[in-house]
């Protein structure tokens, strides 16, 4: 079942449309001095089973150096690798092997905001209020008589004020938490130094990037208040956040920056790409984002909120498609990533949870443009909800009481004991425990499994990279059927691939699409048909 011979990466500079990408979050994924913590070198020792898994790409979250307040997204150093994850000649030697495997390399850029260690924000501290060190970030006066409200009402993504005072009386905005102050976009040298690195990393040969918070670099002139906020709603602001506009989010001016990148990324060999994770009010306003002159994709998270229903697909789908054909962008799809309830659990935890998410692995990959995969949705793994609460590490927990710790439970690898083959051989070390269920779900206990999720994922990948269906970027057709049932088909020169769907209460007999190729749940053959379960999918093809 697995595809062993190497690939070597294709010059193809539109690899980006129909990819999937996987996306690693490097402190969870594989360990490889036994530290209980992910790091490039596992990465790099595990780049075979990515490759015999079938992704095109792999997106990897921030690894650079970092006081890891907020798991790396707060980066104290753009062009440098934490300790924790090794070092630059690690990503160097990690990237020349993915690239010999045929396997591409996305990074994760994060433009908003430094973090509090970063040198400009310690020279903006050490500074007097109104210098040129403050003027990279976003310092304002306070209101009150003697300034002691902050500036306006805005609210942290984590929870609480977006704005802290420094010691002489000014306050700094920070949209996340505190130890990521916010930087000035309208200032020059701001500019300057994330072309540079961009090019830093385009230079290292890296395929793409992954833009954090896409949306949130420019800030409405005046910061004006929202008006809808905790003390006058009891509801937190971010509510609004993909609703309304925000005078934090989505400005138009934004767009700017990314006509500045594209260049950039355009004047470098191969299909340079960045993807948005981009927050909009509707997804008219998220497709300003890609096009051929600004992002090559935008997350459509739509489609990870759709609920586990027929309609609620239907609607996600036709909408992002319709979008992408205006502006001439592949859809993006998503079911998980690692801020989100893992899809098994969103979809009702347990076996049920587990049957949907495996069915909307078969709905996501029959789908045209590109698909993005959490490391260890391939296994089927659930959210782990019983962390202790001394572990966990979002710094959003304290603030809000949600956590995203999670889904960023290490990945099982094999073996009877946790942290199941995460570390090297007799490391019992990991930043989180995994539960003792996750015995049963490690890739060695599913590899060559037949039925397991990891192979039903194996098997989808690989009909998908080679089924001649599939070749085509054109949209899809729904084909009639009864309510509960999403049925639609791709064809490309007389190949003909259907996807059939059941969120149903009752098992659907399936006729007419020709001989089935994989399906997430064992089928019955029944008057010249297919019996399809509930909370199943089923690929047939007629060639
Ligand atoms: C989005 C990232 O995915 C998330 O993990 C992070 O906390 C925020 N951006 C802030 O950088
Ligand atoms: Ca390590």
């Known amino acids: 079942m697995t595809v062993s011979t190497p690939s070597p990466l294709t010059s193809d500079a539109d690899w980006w449309r129909s990819a999937v990408v996987y996306q690693v979050y490097v402190r969870s ?3 490889s001095n ?3 913590i992910g790091d490039l070198q596992g990465i790099r020792e595990r780049l075979p089973y990515l490759r015999d898994l079938g992704v095109d790409a792999l997106w990897l979250t921030p690894f650079y150096t970092s006081p890891m307040v907020d798991g790396g997204y707060d980066v104290a150093d753009y062009r440098d690798v934490d300790p924790m994850f090794g070092t630059l000649g690690d990503f160097e030697a990690m990237i020349t092997d993915a690239h010999a495997l045929g ?10 905001h430094t973090s509090s260690r970063h040198p400009w924000f310690q020279a903006a501290l050490a500074a007097a209020p109104g ?18 409200q902050p500036p306006n009402d805005w609210e942290s993504i984590f929870g609480g004020p977006a704005w802290t005072r420094v010691p002489d009386g000014q306050w700094y905005l920070h949209l996340f938490d505190p130890a990521q102050p916010d930087l000035n976009w309208r200032h020059p040298e701001v500019r300057a130094e994330f072309e540079d690195v961009l090019r830093f990393w385009l230079d290292r040969g890296v395929d793409g990037f992954r833009i954090d918070v896409a949306h949130g670099m420019i800030k409405a002139e005046g910061l004006p208040d929202v008006g809808f906020n905790s003390m006058t709603t009891g509801r937190r602001q971010s509510e609004l956040l993909g609703k309304g506009r925000l005078p934090y989010f989505d400005q138009d001016e934004v767009h700017d920056i990314y006509r500045a990148w594209r260049p950039i990324l355009d004047s470098y060999p191969g299909g340079r790409m960045a993807v948005a994770e981009a927050w909009a009010e509707t997804p008219q306003r998220l497709a300003r984002y890609i096009g051929p002159d600004e992002l090559h994709q935008a997350f459509s998270f739509d489609f990870l909120d759709a609920t586990w229903s027929a309609d609620s697909f239907r609607k996600v789908i036709d909408t992002a498609l319709a979008e992408s054909t205006i502006v001439g962008a592949p859809t993006t799809w998503v079911l998980s990533n690692h ?30 443009g590109c698909a993005y995969l959490y490391q260890g949705e391939e296994l089927g ?4 909800l019983d962390l202790p609460d001394e572990l966990r590490q979002d710094p959003a927990f304290l603030r809000t009481g949600e956590s995203r710790d999670g889904c960023r439970v290490p990945i099982p690898w094999s073996g009877d004991l946790a942290p199941y083959g995460f570390g090297p051989a007799g490391s019992e070390l990991s930043w989180l425990p995994a539960p003792a269920t996750w015995r049963a779900l490690s890739v060695a206990a599913q590899a060559g499994v037949p039925g397991s999720t990891l192979e039903l994922y194996r098997a989808a990948l690989r009909i998908r990279h080679t089924h001649p269906a599939l070749a085509g970027t054109d949209g ?13 088909r791709r064809d490309t020169g007389g190949a003909v691939l259907t996807c059939v769907v059941n969120t149903g209460d009752a098992p659907v007999l399936i006729d007419g699409y020709g001989q089935p190729l994989v399906a997430s749940e064992a089928l019955t053959e029944r008057d010249g048909g297919h019996l399809l379960p509930v909370d199943a999918a089923v690929w047939f093809e007629r060639r």
Request: zero cysteines.
């Open 29 to 31: 994924f594989a360990d």
């Open 34 to 36: 036994g530290d209980g």
């Open 103 to 112: 396997v591409r390399i996305i990074v994760d850029i994060v433009p908003n």
């Open 131 to 148: 210098s040129p060190e403050r003027a990279r970030y976003l310092f304002a006066e306070g209101n009150g008589e003697h300034g002691e």
């Open 339 to 368: 801020d989100r309830q893992r899809h098994v659990t969103r979809y009702g935890d347990g076996e049920v949870g587990l049957r949907r998410a495996r069915a909307a692995a078969l709905l996501m990959l029959a789908l045209p």
């Open 381 to 384: 793994l659930p959210e782990v």
């Open 476 to 488: 899809i057709t729904w084909l009639e059927s009864d309510p509960g049932l999403l049925a639609f």
